[in-house]
């Protein structure tokens, strides 16, 4: 909890100095009227506050940020005025963190803030996506529903980015795992093993090559993991500029299988976020706006803000500028195109991301099937191969005696 140096006047001749403890300024001034004190001035002290100094305290994830969006929708539905319900949250929460957001929130709001203002101040907890639908709730006064909707559309969101991760950890890591086991082994084991064949006069091929491979990777090992960390920080530094980050992003949609799982994501998470924005009353100018900040893949976000351009500036039908660009499949144009003469495109958007959802976990099962035996398989080779061109040479001694 920050930490203020305050200066007040106690009784028309006493000034007392000192230090409180508080969630915001305005705390600090309620704590010292509290005393009987008069605040003359209050300024935070910097590096104040124990709890962010801790190392081990844990960081605020956006899992905390989904139940606190649930937390303040049930108790504001229920008549709950603002104030009091952060601090009724603030009071139950046990992450020390999260419960110094929640009180630098609350404070903007006793400084005569709106919610959505005070939110803004924590950005990289709350981004403009989330600012903005708040700000929608707050002018239609339906704050609760809102939040509602943006608690469980990030609920989803959550589920479709593990399910995700999940498909996508076990085949890395086993793939990592293996080459670094076989490269290990080619490196600084073998070539120790291998010069008992030095007196053969002729080996078998597959121990040739055997040979051949550990010999250059022991002489030049260092420039191979040097070159690795080139190549990886050579993509790192292409994807901070624009243009690099739309040529990597563009070959991660052309891998096999991976790339149609980020495809399948981001378009889930679009949809979804679309027919959030929608039913919130936003403009399609400013729905396209933030809609196109969920989409990891860069080369997907030039898309859509290509056809919120053309939306906008050229007057074309939003379905009409799904059907141009190059990486949305037709059915999601159709769907749109649908929902527009409907007058439902929230709805359609809706049911396009429940769709896609499920193609995002009918694909996960489906790589966590095929990836795991095949990449168990292919080290299986690997090894198999190391161990049959080492006793290749043994079985043929054994049959010249």
């Given at each position: 909890?920050?930490?203020?140096?305050?200066?007040?006047?106690?009784?028309?001749?006493?000034?007392?100095?000192?230090?409180?403890?508080?969630?915001?300024?305005?705390?600090?001034?309620?704590?010292?009227?509290?005393?009987?004190?008069v605040p003359i001035h209050i300024e935070e002290k910097q590096g104040g506050g124990t709890e962010?100094?801790?190392?081990?305290?844990?960081r605020i994830t956006r899992r905390d940020v989904v139940v606190f969006t649930y937390q303040l929708?049930?108790?504001?539905?229920?008549?709950?005025?603002?104030?009091?319900?952060?601090?009724?949250?603030?009071?139950?929460?046990?992450?020390?963190?999260?419960?110094?957001?929640?009180?630098?929130?609350?404070?903007?709001?006793?400084?005569?803030?709106?919610?959505?203002?005070?939110?803004?101040?924590?950005?990289?907890?709350?981004?403009?996506?989330?600012?903005?639908?708040?700000?929608?709730?707050?002018?239609?006064?339906?704050?609760?529903?809102?939040?509602?909707?943006?608690?469980?559309?990030?609920?989803?969101?959550?589920?479709?980015?593990?399910?995700?991760?999940?498909?996508?950890?076990?085949?890395?890591?086993?793939?990592?795992?293996?080459?670094?086991?076989?490269?290990?082994?080619?490196?600084?084991?073998?070539?120790?093993?291998?010069?008992?064949?030095?007196?053969?006069?002729?080996?078998?091929?597959?121990?040739?090559?055997?040979?051949?491979?550990?010999?250059?990777?022991?002489?030049?090992?260092?420039?191979?993991?040097?070159?690795?960390?080139?190549?990886?920080?050579?993509?790192?530094?292409?994807?901070?500029?624009?243009?690099?980050?739309?040529?990597?992003?563009?070959?991660?949609?052309?891998?096999?299988?991976?790339?149609?799982?980020?495809?399948?994501?981001?378009?889930?998470?679009?949809?979804?976020?679309?027919?959030?924005?929608?039913?919130?009353?936003?403009?399609?100018?400013?729905?396209?706006?933030?809609?196109?900040?969920?989409?990891?893949?860069?080369?997907?976000?030039?898309?859509?803000?290509?056809v919120r351009r053309q939306t906008v500036s050229q007057g074309i039908p939003f379905s009409e500028?799904?059907?141009?660009?190059?990486?949305?499949?037709?059915?999601?144009?159709?769907?749109?195109?649908?929902?527009?003469?409907?007058?439902?495109?929230?709805?359609?958007?809706?049911?396009?991301?429940?769709?896609?959802?499920?193609?995002?976990?009918?694909?996960?099962?489906?790589?966590?099937?095929?990836?795991?035996?095949?990449?168990?398989?292919?080290?299986?080779?690997?090894?198999?191969?190391?161990?049959?061109?080492?006793?290749?040479?043994?079985?043929?001694?054994?049959?010249?005696?």
């Amino acid at each position: 909890m920050p930490l203020f140096i305050y200066k007040a006047k106690q009784g028309p001749h006493r000034t007392e100095e000192g230090v409180v403890e508080a969630f915001s300024r305005a705390e600090a001034a309620d704590v010292l009227n509290g005393r009987g004190l008069v605040p003359i001035h209050i300024e935070e002290k910097q590096g104040g506050g124990t709890e962010l100094k801790r190392p081990w305290s844990r960081r605020i994830t956006r899992r905390d940020v989904v139940v606190f969006t649930y937390q303040l929708a049930s108790l504001i539905r229920s008549g709950v005025p603002i104030l009091r319900a952060l601090s009724t949250i603030r009071e139950q929460t046990d992450h020390p963190r999260f419960r110094q957001l929640v009180g630098g929130i609350e404070g903007s709001i006793r400084d005569g803030e709106m919610l959505s203002d005070a939110l803004q101040r924590h950005e990289a907890h709350f981004p403009e996506l989330y600012v903005s639908m708040v700000r929608s709730g707050e002018s239609g006064g339906v704050l609760d529903t809102v939040l509602t909707r943006l608690a469980e559309a990030m609920d989803k969101e959550e589920e479709t980015r593990r399910r995700a991760q999940s498909a996508m950890a076990y085949p890395l890591l086993t793939l990592t795992v293996g080459i670094l086991t076989v490269f290990i082994l080619l490196t600084f084991f073998l070539p120790r093993v291998l010069s008992l064949f030095d007196e053969y006069e002729s080996l078998p091929l597959p121990t040739r090559i055997l040979v051949g491979i550990s010999n250059f990777c022991e002489t030049n090992w260092y420039w191979l993991v040097l070159g690795v960390l080139l190549l990886v920080a050579l993509f790192r530094r292409m994807a901070t500029h624009e243009r690099g980050r739309l040529y990597v992003d563009g070959l991660k949609l052309k891998l096999p299988l991976i790339g149609k799982f980020i495809l399948l994501t981001d378009i889930a998470r679009f949809s979804r976020t679309l027919a959030l924005l929608l039913q919130s009353g936003l403009s399609i100018d400013r729905v396209l706006l933030l809609g196109a900040q969920t989409a990891s893949n860069h080369v997907l976000r030039e898309e859509i803000d290509e056809v919120r351009r053309q939306t906008v500036s050229q007057g074309i039908p939003f379905s009409e500028g799904l059907k141009r660009a190059r990486n949305f499949p037709i059915f999601v144009s159709n769907m749109c195109a649908v929902g527009e003469e409907a007058g439902r495109l929230d709805e359609s958007l809706d049911e396009v991301a429940v769709f896609y959802e499920r193609q995002v976990e009918r694909q996960s099962r489906l790589a966590i099937s095929l990836l795991e035996p095949i990449l168990i398989l292919v080290v299986g080779a690997l090894v198999g191969f190391i161990v049959a061109a080492m006793l290749l040479p043994i079985f043929e001694l054994g049959t010249r005696l």
